[in-house]
């Protein structure tokens, strides 16, 4: 079994057509189409089913794809391992993080990093922590920052904590003051409120419904759907409230009102995830290092 008859194999899988999946992989629809009988002749199964202008994958075809997905995934983190320089002159990191760690910690984490090694592409995927972390089971990233505790128990990861933040609530200073004007606000002055809501898998949503829930009331939606950007943006309009990460507030605080949430409050816990198989590129673990020192 090669690598090249594996990544053959998954360009016909996403394709689902032998033609595209050639002109993606660069090579004749011929070669292409040998390598993938020599493919299915190595592992004694037929990996697609084929019928005129329909190509469907086989039992074994689904049970493979998975696989030669995080093979092909390894072996591009091993090529670029082994190409980085001892200086860290040259590489990559692939680092997802949800869209308000984007905002909060993360420019001043990866600027310092570019400062310190400008040879290095950082590449940056948003995303909730359930998506995220199936990416890195994939091997699609190198490292994530998610909120804990996990969507699913996944023990092929490591996780180590970061940082405990707390979350305030967000309003407009031409709307009237969250719970009555008091200089910190309890989830329960909340209910009533109308608030501007994020996305379903949104982390800061599930955490902001469950609290209301736990106080005994459903929260009133004057606006849901958006991600951190447009979560503010309605709340400077006027639309609603929010409740936010500190880190966020204070950063896009400007026509915002920033109101601390009353003990206990609110916080999540964000932390740094890899896979446990496989070591992190050189390049992502100076991130880490540098992550962790702030």
Known sequence: MQLQQLQYFVAVAETRHFTRAAEVVHVAQPSLSQQIK???RELGADLFLRARGNITLTDAGEALLPLARRILADADTARHEVLELAQLRRGRV????????CTGLLPDVLRAFHDRYPGIQLLIEEGGSHDLVRELARGAL?????VLPLPTASPALTTVELLREDLVVVSSPESPRPGGGRRAVRITDLEGERLVMFRHGYDLRELTVAACRSAGFEPDFAVEGGEMDAVLGFVRAGLGMAVVPRMVAARSGRGLRVTPLAR???YRTIALA?????APPRAARELMRMLLER
């Open 264 to 266: 206990p409050g609110l």
């Open 38 to 40: 020599a493919l299915e």
């Open 142 to 146: 190198d490292l994530a920052l998610v």
């Open 94 to 101: 692939r680092l997802g993080a949800t869209p308000s760690l």
């Open 274 to 278: 890899h896979r446990s198989d496989v």
